[in-house]
């Protein structure tokens, strides 16, 4: 019988992160149990990916793992910056 939990783990691609081969057991599980917040964008051109793990998360698991943030990258860097900023002027 085939185990849907695992039928996709053979499967490898290149890992930005790493820059080598990965199997997708790797980013299944990578972040304390979780799948790696880029799984979706690395392996849906190898299979429906999105379906899969949305089938095998909970709702709360999904959330936690491609949590959307609403600052772009340079907002936060900027934020940051200001942040020091204000704790120059303090001390």
Do not use: N
């Not at 379906?51 to 949590?67: A, C, D, M, P, Q």
């Not at 772009?72 to 860097?77: D, F, G, N, P, V």
């Amino acid at each position: 019988m085939l185990d849907v939990e695992t039928v996709f783990d053979k499967l490898e691609t290149r890992c930005p992160r790493l820059g080598g081969s990965v199997p997708f057991d790797y980013c299944r599980k990578l972040e304390e149990g979780l799948p790696c917040s880029r799984a979706l964008v690395c392996w849906e051109p190898h299979f429906p990916v999105a379906r899969y793990l949305s089938s095998v998360l909970t709702k709360e698991e999904w959330g936690k793992t491609f949590k959307t943030d609403s600052q772009s990258r340079l907002e936060k860097i900027i934020s940051i910056a200001d942040q020091f900023r204000e704790q120059d002027d303090i001390g």
